[in-house]
């Protein structure tokens, strides 16, 4: 059976599986922000139709000096994609019969993008419980390697690396020659202190992705942007279509930045949520891993009843995300995405009925 390598387009989900779509789904197997799109997106799209006619800007502005401001960076440290998976290939195309370690598990894109781009992975697996990382056999294999991928916060487990643990292993990257690379596709779910962005300046072999579909819920339309210094953003500028990011993307990615209050709400939002499902989930004899991101990752009392329960929740309108494709969760594990009352309080219901069929 096969299962579909990435979360969301829930239609070709059951497709896939040949089950039938019931009436009401809630797709709680995506990370898109719940709230949607700010309000004053909304507001601004009749005038974004003058947008249409109209090739994007060269330098991807309005977008680009915005980022620069928001970060304190020069525009050259800074490179917008029409979503972050594009940076992603871009990046990975520069590592081309280069090894690459990985810390698994984390988002199955970066062995796809690398694999595709004739690198090599050292795969480490961590242990999801373990409040520390393997920093030996990470050190060790930096030795031979060209660049260390780091999601933080870390899409599925929802974990925070400590910035001070970041830095230390920034740091002997640079003895070893090893590029880092940190994606922060879901840093804005988090405290921006967080952040290695304010770092960059001083480490020439780092590079942070930054995600705007998430908080925004700007899937649709894509937007993701890179921070590095100036040689690897011309690299990864020259291996970029012109006018890769459309011209609606960078107004309204221009607007999203000025929406501290929405930011603030949806943080609250997603922590209110986390809370209540950890605890049931917990409650229930689940494993529920300390997230800090806008989904939370889970494993039941009996793991090898995962799958049983996985097409029992799509039977009945529930979506979560498969673990499958996971190097080091093997399908043992569940995602779900923090939505609105209705879709978790679908969820539990749903979960109390199964819980009966035991
Ligand atoms: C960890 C991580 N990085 C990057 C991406 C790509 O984000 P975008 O939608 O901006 O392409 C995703 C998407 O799910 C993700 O989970």
């Given at each position: 059976m096969a299962f579909p390598i990435h979360g969301a387009n829930y239609e070709a989900l059951y497709k896939n599986f040949d089950l039938p779509l019931p009436t009401n789904v809630f797709d709680l197997s995506e990370n898109v922000n719940c709230l949607g799109t700010p309000d004053s997106v909304h507001q601004?799209?009749?005038?974004l139709f003058s947008e249409l006619t109209r090739y994007p800007h060269p330098e991807a502005e309005p977008l680009h000096s915005q980022l620069a401001m928001t970060h304190q960076l020069l525009n050259e440290q800074i490179v917008i994609g029409n979503g972050?998976?594009?940076?992603?290939?871009?990046?990975a195309n520069l590592f081309s019969?280069?090894?690459?370690?990985?810390?698994?598990?984390?988002?199955?894109?970066?062995k796809e993008t690398l694999t595709s781009a004739g690198a090599t992975c050292i795969d480490i697996i961590t242990d999801v419980h373990a409040h520390e990382l393997p920093l030996e056999k990470i050190n060790a294999a930096m030795k031979i390697a060209s660049c260390l991928y780091i999601c933080n916060p870390n899409n599925p487990t929802g974990k925070l690396l400590e910035l001070d643990v970041l830095l230390s292993l920034i740091q002997t990257a640079r003895q070893q020659q090893c590029h880092v690379l940190i994606d922060?596709?879901?840093?804005d779910w988090?405290?921006?202190?967080?952040?290695?962005?304010?770092?960059?300046?001083?480490?020439?072999?780092?590079?942070v992705m930054r995600s705007m579909t998430k908080m925004y819920a700007l899937?649709?339309?894509?937007?993701?942007?890179?921070?590095?210094?100036?040689i690897t953003i011309t690299r990864i500028k020259q291996k970029l279509p012109h006018w890769n990011v459309n011209a609606l993307a960078l107004s309204i990615g221009a607007q999203c930045l000025q929406e501290h209050t929405f930011r603030k709400r949806s943080i609250d939002v997603s922590k209110t949520q986390r809370m209540n499902i950890t605890q049931f989930l917990r409650e229930h004899g689940c494993i529920v891993l300390d997230s800090v991101a806008n989904f939370v990752c889970f494993q039941l009392a009996q793991p090898e009843k995962t799958r049983e329960f996985y097409f029992y929740c799509l039977t009945n309108g529930i979506v979560l995300r498969h673990t499958e494709n996971y190097v080091g969760?093997?399908?043992?594990?569940?995602?779900?995405?923090l939505k609105k009352d209705e879709a978790m309080k679908a969820f539990q219901s749903i979960y109390l009925k199964w819980v009966v069929t035991l």
């Open positions: 601004m799209w009749p005038h972050a998976a594009e940076l992603l290939s871009t990046y019969g280069k090894k690459v370690i990985l810390l698994h598990p984390t988002f199955s894109e970066y922060e596709a879901f840093m988090t405290d921006e202190r967080n952040s290695v962005i304010p770092y960059v300046a001083q480490f020439e072999h780092v590079t899937a649709g339309i894509r937007l993701g942007y890179m921070v590095s210094h100036p969760l093997n399908g043992q594990w569940l995602r779900i995405g």
